[in-house]
């Protein structure tokens, strides 16, 4: 059997099971670790049977459990190079700034993610900060450590253990847009989508014949995303914001402008105008996903989807599912 478990898309936080044959990916990990077990219990998924994580790129609400999650698991860890490049710069401290710069810098950032994802710290959940306490943790053992030796600089002391390195994952493959690879029984097919990260990727994965499209935090489909999103039994594809509450809305002009680049996130309308004029109506499931809990609502994405699809009479036997953010989406089975 061949599943596709979304436990969670926004915002706050993205993660997907895809299972096929004896082979269980996890496709980001934007939860905490407690939370994706939790959602992968709720939903029937087995969190002991993961043999991957796979990202499609470094923001924190697509990483935010990882290295949690797969040193808890034992499971290597699939990047671009780029992206994992960019995720360890995000949590190591810089040599040329101190630590307390660096850490004021880490939560600027966050801060401003924040404000994309309309929350504040007060509504995050704490295990979410379970990489960003290793982090801490680590500074804080070296500063006590000089402290003691300066304190007790006796040459038959021992220098402590190093601090423990929050970037340290048990196994890290790399891959490469454009080149697809095998992961046991799953075939991936990654590919380059507009987006403004280090190395931003998309996934077609193929398991006993059923193909599975992920296509989510991109500015706007380009020809290679249209490409690749022919012939798929499930799309997963994104809606992120109504363009009139996203202009309307809460956002600073800056976030706004970001969101609406090429660069930045998909609109009810752009991905409506896809399943309209581009799409193949060949997946069985069109999932809508990475909804804005600020700049969109369920029904206006929904409304705008159904009514691209009804005008094609081909692609009224698809079903129209939307993924949440706070609940996982029932597995689809194939």
């Given at each position: ?6 436990l ?7 993660c997907t099971?895809?299972?096929g ?12 670790c407690r ?7 709720l939903?029937?998924?087995d969190?002991?049977t993961?043999?991957a994580i796979?990202?499609t790129?470094?923001?924190s ?13 034992g499971i290597p ?7 994992h490049r960019?995720?360890?710069?995000w949590?190591s401290p ?11 810098q ?5 801060a401003?993610r924040?404000a994309?994802?309309?929350t ?12 960003d306490?290793?982090v801490?943790v680590?500074?804080?053992?070296a500063?006590?450590?000089?402290a003691?030796?300066?304190?007790d600089?006796?040459p038959?002391r021992?220098?402590?253990?190093p601090?423990?390195d929050?970037?340290?994952?048990p ?8 080149t697809?690879f095998?992961i046991?029984d799953m075939?991936v097919?990654?590919f380059t989508?507009?987006?403004?990260a ?6 077609v994965?193929q398991?006993e014949?059923?193909r599975?499209?992920?296509a ?5 489909i380009?020809p290679n995303?249209k490409a690749q999103?022919?012939?798929v039994?499930?799309l997963?594809l994104?809606s992120n914001?109504d363009l009139?509450m996203l202009?309307?809305?809460p956002y ?5 402008q970001?969101v609406?680049?090429r660069?930045g996130?998909?609109?009810n309308?752009a991905?409506a ?6 799409y ?8 809508l996903a990475h909804l804005?809990?600020?700049n969109n609502l369920?029904e ?7 009514r ?5 009479a081909?692609?009224?036997?698809n079903?129209l ?5 706070h609940?996982p989406l029932?597995?689809?089975c194939?």
């Amino acid at each position: 059997m061949v599943r596709f478990t979304v436990l969670a898309s926004g915002s706050k936080g993205n993660c997907t099971v895809v299972s096929g044959g004896n082979t269980r990916i996890l496709v980001d990990a934007g939860l905490s670790c407690r939370e994706m077990f939790r959602r992968m219990r709720l939903a029937g998924e087995d969190p002991a049977t993961l043999d991957a994580i796979i990202i499609t790129h470094e923001h924190s609400d697509h990483v935010s459990g990882l290295a949690v999650t797969a040193r808890k698991l034992g499971i290597p860890v699939y990047f671009t190079q780029g992206t994992h490049r960019a995720w360890v710069r995000w949590l190591s401290p810089r040599k040329q700034m101190t630590y307390a710069q660096w850490l004021e810098q880490c939560r600027q950032q966050a801060a401003a993610r924040m404000a994309e994802a309309d929350t504040s710290p007060e509504d995050c959940d704490t295990e979410e900060a379970e990489a960003d306490e290793e982090v801490e943790v680590a500074a804080t053992e070296a500063v006590n450590a000089t402290a003691e030796r300066k304190a007790d600089p006796a040459p038959e002391r021992k220098d402590p253990a190093p601090p423990k390195d929050p970037t340290w994952l048990p196994v890290v493959e790399y891959f490469s847009a454009g080149t697809p690879f095998r992961i046991g029984d799953m075939a991936v097919s990654p590919f380059t989508i507009p987006h403004d990260a280090a190395d931003p990727v998309g996934f077609v994965f193929q398991a006993e014949g059923i193909r599975m499209a992920v296509a989510t935090d991109l500015g706007y489909i380009p020809p290679n995303v249209k490409a690749q999103l022919k012939k798929v039994d499930l799309l997963l594809l994104e809606s992120n914001h109504d363009l009139e509450m996203l202009r309307d809305g809460p956002y600073p002009w800056s976030v706004k402008q970001r969101v609406l680049s090429r660069v930045g996130h998909l609109s009810n309308e752009a991905a409506a105008t896809y399943l309209e004029t581009e799409y193949d109506g060949q997946a069985t499931y069109v999932v809508l996903a990475h909804l804005s809990e600020s700049n969109n609502l369920p029904e206006l994405a929904r409304i705008t989807a159904e009514r691209a699809l009804n005008g094609r009479a081909n692609l009224l036997a698809n079903r129209l599912l939307l993924a949440g953010q706070h609940e996982p989406l029932m597995p689809i089975c194939f």
